[in-house]
C-alpha cells in the first residue's frame, strides 16, 4: 500500500561494489512536501543512494516509482527531465555568465537557434521570487554572488525545470550562518509548495531544526525512519554509529604551561584587521567566528604562508619575522592544519607515507637520499597511532575517506614534531566516528604538552574541548575567555558584530 | 571501535584493497608495453614480405634513433612529475650543438671539453627557463615558449644563420662510435650512446625513487599548495628541476652534435620538444603533473621511434605518417585518461 503522499519510492534498491555491498536492501519513501534527512557516517551509502536517484548509477536489484510509475534514470539529464533535481556539494556554477544564464543553462528556450530573452526572464523572474533575495540579479555575475548566493541559483536552476525531488548534497557546509539561514528558509518555501525534499548533512543540529522525517543510513542499510519530533539527537548519533558515544567530547586532563605562541598586533594584507592572542602548553584555545571573518587568513599568517602588513609572532620566545617561509616556524614546532584538505592539505596522488612525512622528510635521509624502509615503518606506527584505515603505507591518500584524509594530515603534524597546533577546521566534512577520534586526539596531546589552535565553524565541538576560546568577527579578534565564560548565544553575539 | 575490531578489520581489507592498488599500478606501467609489442606487431605484419623491420641491424638503428630523444625526454620527465613543461628542448639542443661547434672551431677548445661545456650550457638553459618561471610567476608553457624562439635564434646569431663545420682532426678517435649502428668492439652490441643512456635513466629513476629531492618533484607537481604547506622551498626545488632537466637537454644537444658528426647546426631538431614531451605523455607522464617514471618514458620514446621506423619500411608515405602519429599520440593519451576515470 502506497502512501497517495508519496511522490518517489525506493524498494529493497541492491547496488554492490566488487565484493562489498554500498547499499543493502534500502527502501525509503518520499512524500510531497516534506523535508527528508538522509543521515549516516561517511561510507554509510548517502552518495551512492544520491548517484542512484539521479541516475549516475543503476542499482543491481530493487524498483523505484516516481509518482506511482517506474522510475529508472539512465543519467542526471533523464533524472532532471523527470523532476529529480540534485544539488551538490561542489557547486556546478559558470562563474563568468549571468545568473540568468546560469539557471537557464542546459535548457535554454530558444526559436530557431536564438534564446528567447523573453521567455527566460519570465521564467528567471518567477524562480527567484521565490528565493526572494535581493543580492540574486538576472543580470548580475554569478562569480561575484557569495557561495550561499550561487547555491540559491542552483536551487533556481531546479525551479525552472519543475522539479519534483531536489536532492541537496551537504548544502551548508561552506555556507556562512547567514546564508545557511536564507537557505533554510527557502527549503521551507519549497516544501511548503509541495516539493520533496532530500537532504544530507552531517550536521546534525542543523538537520533536526529543518528536517520533518530522517532515514539513518549504516553500512549500506537503512537502519532507522521516522519523525523528527520523535526523536533525539543522542539516539540519532547511536542509530549512526551502532554504538553509545556517552563521551563525544572525551575531557583529558591537562595543565596549562608556559607561553609557547604569542601574537600581537597582526594584520594582514586585506585579513586579518587586529590579533593579538597568546597560548600555553597544554592548552586549547578555539577560535569562533563566521566564514569569512578572517580567522583561516590569521591562522596562515601566523604560520607565514600569508603576507602581513604588521604584527608580531613570537614561537618560543623567538621572534618569528615577516619572511614568508613556513619552514622556520616549523622548525621551532608550529604545525598548520589546512581547512581545504582536498585543494592544500594532501597531494591526493601520493601515498600516505610520501604526504605523512614530506614536511620531516630529510629525518629519513642522508646526504639526501631516503630510508625508504625507515621511513615505512615510522609511517605505519604513526598510521596505527591515529587508526588510519587503509591498505597500507603506499596507498594514494586520494582513495582513503575523508575521515582518514583528515587523520593523515594530523599524522603529518605529529610527525613533524610540532608541539604548537594550528588546526583549521579539523572536523570539516568528516564522519562523526572519526570526529570523535579527533576529539579525543586532541584532547591527549594537550595533555602532553602540546599546545592547540582551533578554527571551528562548528560551535558544538568548540564549546565541547576547548579551554579558552575567542571569537573572530570582521577580522578583528576577540579577548580569549575561558569557556566557561561563554554562552553559545554570546559567541554568535560576537561574531555577527551585535 | 576497538582495538581488536580495527585490526580485522585493516588485514581483512588490507588484502583486497592491496591487490587493487597492484593492479592498478601493473596496468599503468604495462600500459605503454603493450603499445609497443602491438606496433610492433603490426610493422611486423606490414613488412612480412622484405623481413627488413625484423631484423636486428633495423633494431640497432631504432636504438640510436631514440638515443637523442630518449635523453631529452628524461629531462622532460623531471620537468612534467614536478607539474611544469618546457617548450624549448628543440632550441637548445640546436643552441649547443651550435656553441659546441664554435667552442672547438673559433676558440680551440678539445672536443671532450667543449662537450662537456655543452652540457653545462643546456643546464643554464634551464636555469635561466626556471628562473623566470618562479621569478615572474608566470606559468612554464609561456616562459618556454619565449625560450624556444629565444634559444633559437641565439643558436642563428651564434652561427650566422649556417652550419659551424668542425675539422676532422679535431675529432677523437671515439667522436664517431659515440652512435655508430654497428659498434666496435662488438661485445656493446649497442651503440656506446645507449648504453649511456641506459646508465642515465637508471640514475634519474633511483633519484626519482630514494632522494628527498625526488620525492619534492612528486610532491609539487602533485600539490604545489601541499608541498608549500608543508614547508618545501617550492622556488628552488623548481629551479633544480629546470637546471637538471637542462643538463638533460644539454646532452642531448652535445649527442646531437656527434650525430651530425660534428656540426652546429640552428635550425637543427625543430620540432623536437613535441616528440620529447609526447613520448613522456606516452609513457605515463601527464600534463598536470605528479606522474610520470623513467621506464614509461623510456617505452614512450621507442615507441616513437618505432612508429617513425616502422612506417619507412612499411613503405607508408610521409604524409601518412604524421596523421598516423598524430592520431596515436591522441588515443595514447585518451586511453591514459580513461584509466585515469577507472581509478577516482
Known amino acids: ?498 | 571501535m576497538a582495538v581488536d575490531e580495527f585490526e580485522a578489520w585493516s588485514s581483512q581489507t588490507k588484502v583486497n584493497l592491496g591487490l587493487r592498488i597492484a593492479a592498478r599500478r601493473l596496468m599503468t606501467l604495462l600500459g605503454p608495453f603493450v603499445g609497443l609489442i602491438i606496433v610492433t606487431g603490426l610493422f611486423a605484419f606490414l613488412t612480412r614480405h622484405t623481413g627488413s623491420f625484423l631484423t636486428s641491424a633495423n633494431w640497432r638503428t631504432i636504438a640510436v634513433q631514440t638515443v637523442i630523444v630518449g635523453t631529452a625526454a628524461l629531462g622532460m620527465t623531471v620537468i612534467m612529475i614536478s607539474g611544469g613543461i618546457d617548450l624549448s628542448v628543440g632550441s637548445v639542443v640546436a643552441f649547443v650543438t651550435v656553441a659546441v661547434a664554435i667552442l672547438v672551431r673559433d676558440l680551440g677548445v678539445s672536443i671532450p671539453l667543449a662537450m662537456a661545456a655543452g652540457i653545462v650550457i643546456g643546464g643554464l638553459c634551464g636555469l635561466f627557463n626556471g628562473g623566470l618561471i618562479t621569478g615572474l610567476g608566470v606559468v612554464p608553457f609561456i616562459i618556454t615558449l619565449g625560450g624556444l624562439k629565444i634559444f633559437r635564434g641565439l643558436a642563428k646569431w651564434l652561427a650566422s644563420s649556417t652550419g659551424v663545420y668542425v675539422s676532422g682532426d679535431a675529432k677523437p678517435w671515439w667522436f664517431g662510435k659515440l652512435l655508430a649502428i654497428d659498434p666496435k668492439p662488438e661485445w656493446l652490441i649497442v651503440a656506446p650512446g645507449i648504453w649511456m643512456l641506459l646508465g642515465l635513466s637508471l640514475m634519474v629513476a633511483f633519484g626519482l625513487r630514494y632522494s628527498v629531492l625526488g620525492r619534492y618533484f612528486y610532491a609539487i607537481g602533485s600539490n604545489e599548495a601541499t608541498a608549500r604547506l608543508c614547508g618545501i622551498n617550492v622556488p628552488l626545488v623548481k629551479l633544480a628541476v629546470y637546471g637538471l632537466a637542462g643538463l638533460a637537454t644539454g646532452l642531448a644537444g652535445v649527442l646531437q652534435f656527434v650525430y651530425l658528426d660534428g656540426m652546429g647546426d640552428p635550425v637543427t631538431a625543430d620540432g623536437l620538444e613535441l616528440q620529447v614531451i609526447a613520448a613522456v605523455v606516452i609513457g605515463g607522464g601527464s600534463l598536470s603533473g605528479g606522474e610520470g617514471t623513467v621506464l614509461g618514458t623510456l617505452v614512450g620514446c621507442l615507441f616513437m621511434s618505432v612508429l617513425n621506423n616502422g612506417c619507412v619500411h612499411a613503405g607508408i608515405s610521409n604524409a601518412s605518417q604524421d596523421i598516423i602519429i598524430g592520431a596515436i599520440i591522441v588515443v595514447a593519451v585518451a586511453l591514459d585518461r580513461l584509466r585515469r576515470r577507472g581509478c577516482d
Not at chain 1, 584587521?273 to 571573518?293: H, K, M, P, T, Y
Request: charge should be positive; aromatic fraction near 4%.
Open chain 1, 1 to 498: 500500500m502506497i502512501d497517495p503522499d508519496t511522490i518517489l519510492s525506493m524498494k529493497d534498491v541492491v547496488k554492490s561494489f566488487g565484493s562489498g555491498r554500498a547499499l543493502d536492501d534500502v527502501s525509503v519513501d518520499l512524500r510531497c512536501g516534506e523535508v527528508h534527512a538522509m543521515i549516516g557516517e561517511n561510507g554509510a551509502g548517502k552518495s551512492t543512494l544520491m548517484k542512484i536517484l539521479s541516475g549516475a548509477y543503476r542499482p543491481d536489484s530493487g524498483a523505484m516509482s516516481l509518482g506511482g510509475s517506474r522510475y529508472a534514470p539512465r543519467g542526471p539529464r533523464e533524472a532532471l527531465a523527470k523532476g529529480v533535481a540534485m544539488i551538490y556539494q561542489e557547486l556546478a556554477i559558470a562563474p563568468h555568465l549571468t545568473v540568468e544564464a546560469n539557471i537557464m543553462l542546459g535548457h535554454e528556450r530558444s526559436r530557431s537557434g536564438l534564446i528567447r530573452r523573453d521567455e527566460h526572464r519570465r521564467m528567471v523572474m518567477e524562480a527567484l521570487s521565490l528565493l526572494d533575495n535581493p543580492d540574486i540579479r538576472p543580470e548580475a555575475i554569478a562569480g561575484t554572488l557569495s557561495v550561499g548566493g550561487q547555491q540559491l541559483v542552483e536551487v533556481a536552476r531546479a525551479l525552472v525545470t519543475n522539479a519534483r525531488v531536489i536532492v541537496f548534497d551537504e548544502p551548508t557546509s561552506s555556507l556562512t550562518e547567514r546564508d545557511a539561514t536564507k537557505l533554510f528558509e527557502v527549503i521551507r518555501k519549497l516544501r511548503g509548495k509541495g516539493i520533496a525534499i532530500v537532504y544530507i548533512s552531517h550536521f546534525l543540529e542543523e538537520v533536526r531544526r529543518l528536517a520533518d522525517r530522517y532515514t539513518v543510513l549504516r553500512d549500506g542499510r537503512a537502519v532507522e525512519t521516522g519523525r523528527m519530533a520523535e526523536t533525539n539527537l543522542n539516539a540519532i548519533i547511536r542509530a549512526m554509529v551502532g554504538r553509545e558515544l556517552t563521551e563525544l567530547f572525551p575531557k583529558s586532563e591537562r595543565r596549562p604551561g608556559e607561553v609557547v605562541l604569542s601574537v600581537s598586533g597582526m594584520a594582514g594584507r586585506v585579513l586579518p584587521i587586529r590579533a593579538n592572542l597568546e597560548i600555553r602548553r597544554g592548552e586549547i584555545l578555539g577560535i569562533a567566528g563566521l566564514v569569512g571573518a578572517g580567522r583561516t587568513e590569521l591562522l596562515r599568517s601566523i604560520f607565514g604562508l600569508d603576507e602581513v602588513r604588521s604584527g608580531r609572532v613570537l614561537v618560543k620566545g623567538v621572534e618569528m619575522g615577516r619572511s614568508l617561509r613556513p619552514r622556520k616556524r616549523m622548525e621551532r614546532g608550529v604545525g598548520l592544519l589546512s581547512e581545504d584538505r582536498k585543494g592544500e592539505g594532501l597531494a591526493l596522488r601520493r601515498s600516505i607515507e610520501d604526504n605523512l612525512t614530506y614536511p620531516a622528510l630529510n629525518r629519513h635521509a642522508r646526504w639526501g637520499w631516503l630510508d625508504l624502509k625507515g621511513r615505512r615503518a615510522e609511517a605505519s606506527r604513526w598510521m596505527k597511532a591515529v587508526r588510519v584505515k587503509s591498505a597500507g603505507p603506499g596507498q594514494a591518500v586520494g582513495d582513503l575517506s575523508g575521515g582518514n584524509q583528515q587523520k593523515v594530515a594530523i599524522a603529518r603534524l605529529l610527525h613533524q614534531e610540532a608541539d604548537v597546533l594550528l588546526l583549521d577546521e579539523p572536523t570539516r566534512g568528516i564522519d562523526i566516528g572519526s570526529k570523535a577520534e579527533i576529539y579525543r586526539m586532541i584532547g591527549d596531546l594537550a595533555a602532553t604538552g602540546t599546545a592547540v589552535v582551533m578554527v571551528s565553524s562548528y560551535l558544538p565541538e568548540l564549546m565541547g574541548i576547548c579551554d579558552r576560546l575567542a571569537v573572530m568577527a570582521r577580522g578583528v579578534l576577540s579577548e580569549a575567555r575561558p569557556i566557561g565564560a561563554w554562552t553559545e548565544d554570546a559567541v554568535m553575539n560576537v561574531a555577527t558584530g551585535g
